[in-house]
Nanobody, 121 residues
Framework: QVQLVESGGGLVQPGGSLRLSCAASGGIFRINAMGWYRQAPGKQRELVALATSSGSTNYADSVKGRFTISRDSAKNTVYLQMNSLNPEDTAVYYC???????????????WGQGTQVTVSS
């Protein structure tokens, strides 16, 4: 059974940096895409950044130039380096993965449990 385990959230001052990590495990044949979404209180969940198996990346306009997504395919892990954080980045960040799984050979979406990122002075 596939699991996504996140780490790296916390409290940071405006202008600071954090690095999130998410490792996928269990019954994985191929990861088609991995990335991060976030949900702030009272708002809908939104895409932050996504990295595909072909090497392409996609970012929300609000984080372009500040956040960088990267993948370690050998470790089935995705990272999100977040720089120049501001209070508007405060949210629960969820890891996401599009995975082709064994033994069903089905392609499913998976989510992590979420990690809190709080930007405050």
């Amino acid at each position: 059974q596939v699991q996504l385990v996140e780490s790296g959230g916390g409290l940071v001052q405006p202008g600071g940096s954090l690095r999130l990590s998410c490792a996928a495990s269990g019954g994985i044949f191929r990861i088609n895409a991995m990335g991060w979404y976030r949900q702030a209180p009272g708002k809908q969940r939104e895409l932050v950044a996504l990295a595909t198996s072909s090497g392409s990346t996609n970012y929300a306009d609000s984080v372009k130039g500040r956040f960088t997504i990267s993948r370690d395919s050998a470790k089935n892990t995705v990272y999100l380096q977040m720089n120049s954080l501001n209070p508007e980045d405060t949210a629960v960040y969820y890891c996401y993965a599009d995975i082709l799984v064994l033994p069903t050979w089905r392609r499913n979406d998976y989510w992590g449990q979420g990690t809190q990122v709080t930007v405050s002075s």
